[in-house]
T-cell receptor, first 113, second 116 residues
Framework: GNSVTQMEGPVTLSEEAFLTINCTYT??????LFWYVQYPGEGLQLLLK?????DKGSNKGFEATYRKETTSFHLEKGSVQVSDSAVYFC????????????FGKGTTLSVSS | NAGVTQTPKFRVLKTGQSMTLLCAQD?????MYWYRQDPGMGLRLIHY???????AKGEVPDGYNVSRLKKQNFLLGLESAAPSQTSVYFC???????????????FGNGTRLTVT
C-alpha cells in the first residue's frame, strides 16, 4: 500500500533561518499530497496540498512541490518564525480510491529567537 | 463555527472498562475518521466512514468498534480497554474523498485516554 517517510526530528532553528523538512512517498497511481501542522494541544490543520505532478502548494510562506520523478514533497520556508514551532506531518491519500489519508510520523520544529 | 468537536477531552480508564468517544461535525461532511496518535508512530487510522450507516476498518482496528448512525456523529467504542490503547485519539471529517476529490481533513482537538 501507499506509504510516506518523513525526516526525523526534532529540527531546531533560529528565527529567520531556512527550513526544509523532507518527505518521500511510495504509491501506486497518482496520490494527492498534503502537509498538515499541529500546534501544541490542538488537532492537525491543513497547511498546503498538491494534487498532481509539478504542482506547488503554498500557504503562510511555506511551499512544497510535488515531484513525481523523485517521489518527494519536501516542505520549505525561507525565513521561519518562533510561531512556526509545531509538529509537521506529510500525508498522502491511501490508495486509488483515496478514501483516507496516510500520515508520516511527524517532524517537530522548534524555532528560537 | 464549531467544526469537529470531540468529547470527552480527557479520560482515565482501568483495564477492562469500556467507554465511547463521541465525535460531532457541523459541516455536513460525508467522510469521518478516527485516528490515534502515539509518540514516534505518527497518526494511524483506526476506522473510517464514507457516509451515514457505513463504516470500514483502517490500519489498526483491533479492540475498537465504531458506529455512524447519524451523518454528523461518529462514535468510537472500546469494549474492554487495555493499556496499549493509551493514546491521543483524533476525529476528522472531510466533505469528500481526500484522494479523488482533494478534500482536506478537518480535525478535532483530540481526546487523551489513559488506561491503567
Amino acid at each position: 500500500g501507499n506509504s510516506v517517510t518523513q525526516m526525523e526530528g526534532p529540527v531546531t532553528l533560529s528565527e529567520e533561518a531556512f527550513l526544509t523538512i523532507n518527505c518521500t512517498y511510495t504509491a501506486t497511481g497518482y496520490p494527492s499530497l498534503f502537509w498538515y501542522v499541529q500546534y501544541p494541544g490542538e488537532g492537525l490543520q491543513l497547511l498546503l496540498k498538491a494534487t498532481k505532478a509539478d504542482d506547488k502548494g503554498s500557504n503562510k510562506g511555506f511551499e512544497a512541490t510535488y515531484r513525481k520523478e523523485t517521489t518527494s514533497f519536501h516542505l520549505e520556508k525561507g525565513s521561519v518564525q518562533v510561531s512556526d514551532s509545531a509538529v509537521y506531518f506529510c500525508a498522502l491519500s491511501d490508495n486509488q480510491a483515496g478514501t483516507a489519508l496516510i500520515f508520516g510520523k511527524g517532524t517537530t520544529l522548534s524555532v528560537s529567537s | 463555527n464549531a467544526g469537529v468537536t470531540q468529547t470527552p477531552k480527557f479520560r482515565v480508564l482501568k483495564t477492562g472498562q469500556s467507554m465511547t468517544l463521541l465525535c460531532a461535525q457541523d459541516m455536513n461532511h460525508e467522510y469521518m475518521y478516527w485516528y490515534r496518535q502515539d509518540p514516534g508512530m505518527g497518526l494511524r487510522l483506526i476506522h473510517y466512514s464514507v457516509g451515514e450507516g457505513t463504516t470500514a476498518k483502517g490500519e489498526v482496528p483491533d479492540g475498537y468498534n465504531v458506529s455512524r448512525l447519524k451523518k454528523q456523529n461518529f462514535l468510537l467504542g472500546l469494549e474492554s480497554a487495555a493499556p496499549s490503547q493509551t493514546s491521543v485519539y483524533f476525529c476528522a471529517s472531510s466533505y469528500g474523498s481526500p484522494g479523488r476529490n482533494n478534500s482536506p481533513l478537518h480535525f478535532g482537538n483530540g481526546t487523551r485516554l489513559t488506561v491503567t
